[in-house]
């Protein structure tokens, strides 16, 4: 198999090109600084059997122009650049309605018409470029995690205030989300297997509270969970965001719609889809090893950080709420 990956020195791109390598693929992997996507397509690209688009601008908050640039026009530059190639995209549950909770939803309920940020508008868009193209996989994940985790466990962290941990709502809202390692298991599979649209997540659903204390816990951190009421934290989070555009803030403020619409509300998937034409077979959700994912991150992006003797930029990066 001759596997062209995009985004592949990204947290979920180069997981997948460790993957195919040790499976023996040959693989040609593109960065942000091999190929910008946005400029167009590649100018003498490899032949391939497939390409795994990964790349992605992932953020709920941010210039709209330069998002749409990376996930519709970059899309539509992958897509030129390999023609009549199996093409597997790596899209995101944000894609469903961000204003409904999502009970166990299912492929054919998204896209859909209203969104709360340009990252799930346009990754809505994207997938609409697809269509006309027969040999195509579209994968949609929830809330990856796993080692190397650039956005969700740093964001726990982050709002971690003394021994407090202040969440929207009751905490027992039920979550898919999606490991790295069965997020990489689907994207292998969808290389040969039926073309499609398909969820992407672990086992089973967890609820949120419960596994924000397995992380925490896995962390060893000894913090309480504290809750806002959603209509209460639904209001502030609109006013905060109406100030910070007008202020022309290039940071989000610590409370948005969009996360509340991820995290207040159920978000579980539907995926006997992927079970079934793929072969998927997710495995449970776990936090083992959570201790180690931000030197995974240092490791794996910095790698001279440690042996310079400087602290790393990344762990101290500003990082974002959008979920995959």
């Known amino acids: 198999m001759r596997l062209a990956i995009t985004g592949a020195t990204g947290f979920v791109g180069n ?13 040609h992997p ?4 091999t190929w910008d996507i946005t400029k167009g397509p590649l100018a003498d690209p490899p032949e391939v059997d497939a390409v795994v688009h990964a790349a992605a601008a992932v953020t709920d908050w941010g210039d ?61 868009a994207s997938e609409l470029l697809l269509p006309g193209r027969p040999d195509t996989v579209i994968l949609r994940p929830h809330a990856v995690y796993g080692p190397g985790d650039p956005t969700l466990l740093p964001r726990v962290l982050k709002a971690i205030r003394g021994r407090s941990l202040v969440i929207v709502g009751d905490g027992q809202a039920r979550q898919s989300l999606t490991s790295l390692d069965n997020l990489v298991q689907a ?19 967890v609820i949120l509270e419960e596994a924000l204390c397995a992380l925490l816990d896995e962390r060893g951190l000894d913090v309480r969970i504290r809750h806002l009421p959603l209509k209460q934290a639904w209001a502030l ?42 072969g998927y077979q997710p495995a449970a959700t ?8 931000l ?30």
Not at 20 to 25: D, F, L
């Open 187 to 205: 994207t292998l599979l969808a290389c040969t297997g039926p073309p499609g649209t398909y969820n992407v997540a672990d086992e089973t659903p």
């Open 237 to 278: 989070a609109g006013a905060a965001e109406s100030l910070w555009h007008i202020a022309g803030a290039h940071r989000p403020p610590r409370l948005t719609r969009y996360a509340i619409s991820h995290l207040a509300y159920e978000r579980t998937l539907d995926t006997t889809a992927a079970q079934r034409a793929l």
């Open 15 to 27: 997981a997948i090109r460790h993957a195919a390598m040790a499976r023996g693929w040959t693989v």
């Open 64 to 124: 709209g122009k330069a998002i749409w640039r990376t996930n519709v026009d970059g899309t539509r530059h992958v897509l030129d650049s390999f023609p009549g190639r199996r093409f597997v995209h790596i899209s995101t549950a944000s894609v469903y309605d961000p204003c409904t909770p999502a009970e166990y939803a299912t492929e054919d309920q998204a896209p859909v018409t209203r969104y709360l940020t340009a990252y799930a508008a346009s990754k809505a």
């Open 30 to 33: 593109y960065g942000s600084r």
């Open 286 to 293: 776990s936090f083992k090893g959570a201790a180690t994912w």
């Open 295 to 324: 030197d995974d991150q240092v490791n794996r992006l910095v790698p001279t950080a440690r042996r310079s003797g400087r602290r790393s930029p990344v762990t101290g990066r500003q990082r974002r709420w959008a979920t995959r």
